[in-house]
């Protein structure tokens, strides 16, 4: 059983900055690839960034490339997101998740393991 923790979510202005983290129990954080998704009121979850194992391969959704950034540290077990440039539209729960694959998973049902959520709210 993994468990996903994260934190730094908050309020920011428009243009702001966040960075988020998720810290995962477990000893073979490696074998896993990571990612972030967020899921505003009345929308679906979405994925918004994912990172393979190794942090090699990094996926984004148009809708943050460009702004944000996913990296993982596999020492401390983390995974980040930092995010740039922020928008009203970014305003979400946002969640990490971990999945049993070295390569980066963009399919959310292929996600084996969730964080509780962080809230992320941009005011204009």
């Known amino acids: 059983q993994v468990q996903l923790v994260e934190s730094g979510g908050g309020l920011v202005q428009a243009g702001g900055s966040l960075r988020l983290s998720c810290v995962t129990s477990g000893r073979t954080f490696s074998r896993y690839s990571m990612g972030w998704f967020r899921q505003a009121p009345g929308k679906e979850r979405e994925i918004i960034a994912a990172i393979s194992g190794s942090g090699g391969s990094t996926y984004y959704a148009d809708s943050v490339k460009g702004r944000f950034t996913i990296s993982r540290d596999n020492v401390k077990n983390t995974v980040y997101l930092q995010m740039n440039g922020l928008k009203p539209e970014d305003t979400a729960v946002y969640y990490c998740?971990?999945?049993?694959?070295?390569?980066?998973?963009?399919?959310?049902?292929?996600?084996?393991?969730w964080g509780q959520g962080t809230q992320v709210t941009v005011s204009s």
């Open positions: 998740a971990a999945a049993r694959s070295n390569v980066f998973i963009v399919r959310i049902g292929e996600y084996d393991y």
